[in-house]
């Protein structure tokens, strides 16, 4: 059409005709509703299966209720807390978990951060190389930690073989299961395996959003690898290591299956002849369901929730110091 | 379908979705109402078991001469169906109708003894005077009340290789051995001498010897008041399984694990504490050691490791229909036809005189009459009350044998230790 008949509009126009009331509620409903009707589900399944048993879990933790003898009910009130100030299995699990904790957190954050530096570098193939280091967490855990428990037979398993060759244990075969460092070195290996890839990952991802001008001017001035690393990589990745070490805390602290499948009787749940690798986590299972003393295993549930929050905030406090001014 | 356009198109689609998606949701429940609307009073019956106990041709017999009855057989692992059975009972829902529990576990479910049928109450009394007393007094709760029915019973035998015994100059006829270990003092001095002769270890663990002593004995953990004693049986099963380790002769092994199944190919144990089931394991583990092992009376007399007993929560839905299945089931025919499907031995003691049992000669054990010598060590044990506690405290004292057996704590401090240990279980069950 050309330009000479585009007309004028006409200055009066009616106004849009007002939509009908049920238009304008169902319009309503439609913007304001919906999206909390839509994002339900998630809530209601939460609150079903998250919220509730946390709460049914600390009434259970404040009552007396032993499956053996069905007598026993009532209110416990504090008794269940204070008995787990006293007993010395508790205190054992806390040191055994707070151990294997600190020894499989530390190395495993510490070599996925170098194994991300490496693999920022310039290589051929790699995507094989980030897959390849993805594997170990793919792998179920129990399927993995059967192997490692095999690895680490005192007769039989590969990890003596290894020390045999260096001259180590020749008569008398170390046993793994026997001794608290020995057993805390071999649980502390089952899960740096596995989650070295994973951190490796997401540091690798934040390091690449580092720019590589940064690095030029620090090269030019003289900085070496090293340096560089925990000069510049580490405070402007720092978001993502507070990350890793919230997750690691919580985890570490939870260890359950790798003590349990590490155990020669799995069924005992008693973390060794001596309770040497008996994490909380464990702990609370046997008191539950070996012993049949519910209100004692949810009160000791509830001082792990603690201990877990207590622990996750100090390790966030002391994470955030690192970050520069970003 | 031009006219539809996209909005069309994706609605046909939800609509083919929502349709799959509800078919095969409702699928289920359909097949399961058609099978109960069978016939008036079809009932349907869950098992739940472990390993095999027999009942596939047991169950076809039982739906043939009831035509109303269907049974549907759940084979599960040994520990998740005692777990799974425990939560049923908590949440008082979907339990099965039948459920095997074994003797390591009968005792945590008979303090639990209203969740089950009382089978005094259905008639089972009459049942009582054809039971091993022992067998029958394990599932009977302390208010009187009996959950379960047993089905086998482990007895106890000592399973020995008649190579390695002919290696080291020991007799390998079983008459001969079973002389040569009247008492356990005997047994040790056996070890000795193999060990000495072939410096290989003789039997597989401590822990192995403390368990069948302590069953010999007239008093357990706990005396009849539910009160530690640790002083009287634990003492003399402990000093001996002690003087064992002392002596050298154990593998320091723990059963079923991968080491322990290791342990029969590198001949590192001679002898070995064997209940009726264990010989499948045997066969399983060493099938190329046929012929090489025999079978010889445990020293004592009497012993048994394992058994298991039927329940019928009482929370199921067919109760009744159950429970005369469960009376069927340890008639003396079915116990028999079990015996000579699977080998489990039956509990009631007038079977053992049963041909079929008398006359059985293991093929793989050398061709020892194994019916008959488990079945005398089963009639020879004296039975014994077993506390509430009783499996964490066994769990406990047996933590310690496996200290003293790693080296950790000197044999000397070892029976404190113990008691110890067996207090502080004791302790949690007051408060």
Redesign the interface.
């Known amino acids: 059409m050309s330009l000479t008949q585009i007309r004028p509009v006409a200055q009066h126009q009616s106004p849009p005709p007002t939509p009908g009331r049920a238009k304008l509620w169902l319009h309503r409903f439609d913007n304001k509703t919906i999206p909390y009707v839509l994002i339900s589900p998630f809530f209601i399944l939460f609150a079903v299966f998250g919220i509730f048993p946390i709460i049914f879990n600390g009434v259970v933790a404040a009552r007396n209720w032993r ?4 007598d026993r009910t009532g209110w416990a009130g504090a ?1 269940n807390f204070t ?1 787990l100030l006293q007993d010395e ?1 508790f205190w054992n699990a806390l040191g055994n978990t707070f151990g294997i904790f600190i020894l499989s957190s530390v190395p495993q954050l510490l070599m996925a951060l170098i194994l991300a530096s490496l693999l920022n570098r310039k290589l051929r193939a790699t995507t094989w190389w980030r897959i390849g280091v993805l594997l170990p967490y793919l792998t179920p855990v129990v399927a993995s930690t059967l192997v490692f ?2 690895f680490f ?4 398993g590969m990890a003596n073989w290894f020390l045999s060759l260096v001259g180590f244990g020749q008569e008398t075969p170390l ?1 793994w299961r ?2 608290k460092w020995s057993s805390w070195i071999a649980i502390a290996t089952m899960v740096n395996w596995k989650w070295i890839g994973y951190n490796a990952l997401l540091y690798l991802s934040a390091m690449q959003t580092i720019p590589k001008d940064v690095y030029e001017a620090a090269a030019v001035d003289g900085a070496g690898p090293w340096r560089q690393l925990w000069q510049i990589t580490v405070p402007m990745i720092q978001p993502v290591v507070v990350f890793t070490v919230i997750l690691s805390t919580i985890g570490g602290l939870q260890l359950f299956n790798e003590p349990m499948m590490f155990d ?2 799995p ?2 749940a ?1 973390g060794g ?2 309770h040497q690798f008996q994490t909380i986590a464990q702990l609370i299972y046997k008191v539950g ?5 519910m209100g ?1 295993a949810a009160a000791m549930s509830w001082a792990l929730f603690l201990i877990i929050l207590i622990v996750a905030g100090v390790n966030t406090l002391l994470t955030k110091r690192i970050g520069g001014d970003r | 379908m031009e006219r539809l356009g996209r909005r069309g198109f994706l609605t046909v689609a939800a609509a083919l979705a929502a349709t799959l998606v509800v078919s095969g949701c409702s699928g289920e429940k359909l097949e399961g109402d058609s099978s109960n609307n069978k016939g008036a009073g079809a009932v349907t019956l869950k098992v739940n078991f472990w390993g095999d106990m027999g009942l596939d041709q047991l169950k076809a017999k039982y739906e043939a001469a009831h035509p109303n009855v269907k049974i549907v057989l759940n084979s599960g692992e040994y520990n998740a169906q005692h777990e799974d059975l425990q939560k049923k009972l908590i949440a008082g829902s979907g339990v099965p109708d039948i459920s095997a529990v074994d003797e390591g576990f009968i005792i945590q479910f008979r303090s639990q003894a209203d969740k089950f049928v009382n089978y005094l109450d259905k008639g089972g009394a009459e049942f009582e005077s054809r039971y091993l007393p022992w067998k029958w007094k394990q599932s009977l709760s302390t208010d009187g009340k009996q959950i379960g029915l047993g089905t086998d019973v482990g007895g106890l035998a000592i399973a020995y290789r008649t190579d390695l015994f002919q290696k080291a100059g020991l007799p390998t006829d079983r008459e001969a051995v079973s002389k040569l270990w009247t008492t356990w003092d005997d047994f040790i001095n056996v070890g000795k001498r193999y060990t000495e002769k072939t410096g290989k270890k003789f039997v597989d663990s401590g822990t192995n010897m403390f368990n069948p002593v302590l069953a010999q004995q007239p008093a357990g953990f706990y005396n009849e008041q539910e009160q530690l004693t640790m002083d009287g049986g634990p003492k003399v099963a402990f000093d001996t399984s002690i003087k064992a380790i002392q002596a050298g002769i154990s593998a320091n092994l723990v059963s079923f694990q991968p080491g322990w199944d290791q342990g029969f190919k590198k001949d590192q144990f001679a002898v070995l504490p064997c209940p009726a089931w264990m010989l499948g394991h045997i066969q399983k583990t060493a099938p190329d050691q046929k012929g090489k092992w025999d079978i010889a009376t445990v020293p004592g007399g009497g012993g048994n490791w394992g058994g298991s007993f039927w329940t019928v929560p009482a929370a199921g839905k067919n109760v009744d229909a159950a429970v005369d299945f469960v009376k069927w089931l340890v008639q003396p025919e079915q116990q028999i036809e079990v015996f000579k499907t699977v080998g489990n031995l039956p509990s009631q003691p007038a079977l053992y005189k049963d041909p079929a049992v008398l006359n059985f000669k293991h093929e793989f054990m050398n061709n020892a009459p194994t019916g008959q010598i488990f079945a005398s060590t089963a009639e020879n044990l004296k039975p014994q009350f077993l506390g509430k506690k009783n499996g964490p405290t066994r769990v406990a004292v047996e933590n310690v044998i496996t200290r003293v057996q790693q080296g950790k704590l000197k044999p000397e401090d070892a029976w404190a230790e113990a008691v110890k240990e067996a207090e502080k279980v004791a302790k949690s069950a007051q408060n």
């Not at chain 1, 499956?67 to 069905?70: E, I």
């Not at chain 1, 037979?153 to 039989?156: A, F």
């Open positions: 499956l053996d003898d069905p008794g008995r299995d428990s095999v037979n005192r007769d039989s046993d026997a001794e020669e009787n069924q005992s008693s002849s001596d369901w070996k012993d049949l003393d004692y």
